[in-house]
């Protein structure tokens, strides 16, 4: 299998951690009172291997990718009622295809591996076109560059976890935005806190806001002007290096979800006239000890899906919180319809709307799928 997240997160949770909260912020914990199967609409499924390791949504367009050697990022599009293969993306000279995201006609797909690229592309009508290949002012091979990747508009920003130019010791993220010249870096990221590993493990950006993951926490960045400055920490009082915390995480709005799949959690902050405050932790309805809750994270306005693929000797689930007035309630529990032991299904999760999708890379002997569900 490709180099995984899951593996790599036990190297990193050791290296460094984040300062403790100076101040605990209020919050509410929901806690979900049922558990409701989803309905599973379809099972997309493509000639890959594992094929549903990276989702995204956005309108009625779905990207997944299938990370291995000569890989593709396949667009599908909604006909109807049935969600159907319009394309497949892979960036010029990529040898694997990385994370994925998309805002509206543009999709960033990372080139995964060691020499780590990043490729745009922009689609006008039906038709889709590499229109840039990004690499960070001053990466170099084993920088990990493209692992991680958000886009908001014609805004880019990329994660580099493991940087040599800096021994190792904290990661960048780096922000790219479309000029009239061509796609151009803008801002260099790093960490505000010393020390701190695994900066650039996550990252998520929606319009002047950017989150940049890091080992047990996350960043707020926002931009003023041209600049990108340091807004905010997210984290917790009981949050820690050795949980996950920061390493995959979501925006939408106001609102950022964080995973913690260490602690079996993901938790909820939002910005309430300035200040980032916890708003929730969410936690599934039968999630025990060692099932990865909080693994993937995905929010769209009201609505939270959460991964837990390591749940029931790897066979996964995915979970679905909706949020009505300030408090967040589970409302669906999702399975894929043939989904066994192993099929790491919730390794990704992309949510829109009411409409839920659900990667499950390890299975049909490592072939993967994706599953689209609804309530």
Known sequence: MPRSRAIS??????????????????????S????????????????AHYFGTSIAVSGATAIVTAPQALGSADVFTKDGALWKQ???????????????AISGNNVVVGGSGLLGRVYVFTRTGSTWKQVAKLTGSDTVAGDFFGDAVAISGTTVIVGAILPRTDNYKAGRAYVFSEAATGWKQQAELTSPIPGVRGFGWAVAISGKIAVVGATGCAFVFAKTGLLWRYSAELKDSDTSSADGFG????????SVAVGAAGQNRAYIFTDVGGL????????????????????????SGNTVAVGANNK?????????????GTDWNQVAELIGSDTSTGDSFGASVATLGNTTFVG???HAAFAGRAYVFAP
């Open 9 to 30: 997160l036990t190297v990193l949770l050791v290296l460094g951690a984040c300062l403790p909260l100076v101040s605990t912020a209020s919050s509410v914990s929901a």
């Open 312 to 324: 029931d000797g790897g066979t996964g689930r995915a979970y679905v919180f909706k949020r009505t």
């Open 360 to 362: 499950a890379p390890s």
């Open 276 to 299: 980032w405050r916890r708003s929730a932790v969410l936690k599934g309805t039968d999630t025990t000890s060692g099932d990865s809750f909080g693994f993937s994270v995905s929010i």
């Open 247 to 254: 390493t995959s995480l979501a925006i939408s709005g106001n």
């Open 86 to 100: 319009s394309a497949s993306l892979r960036g010029s000279g990529s040898s694997s295809v990385g994370p994925v």
């Open 32 to 47: 979900p009172t049922r558990a409701v199967p989803g309905t599973q609409l379809q099972e997309l499924k493509a000639p």
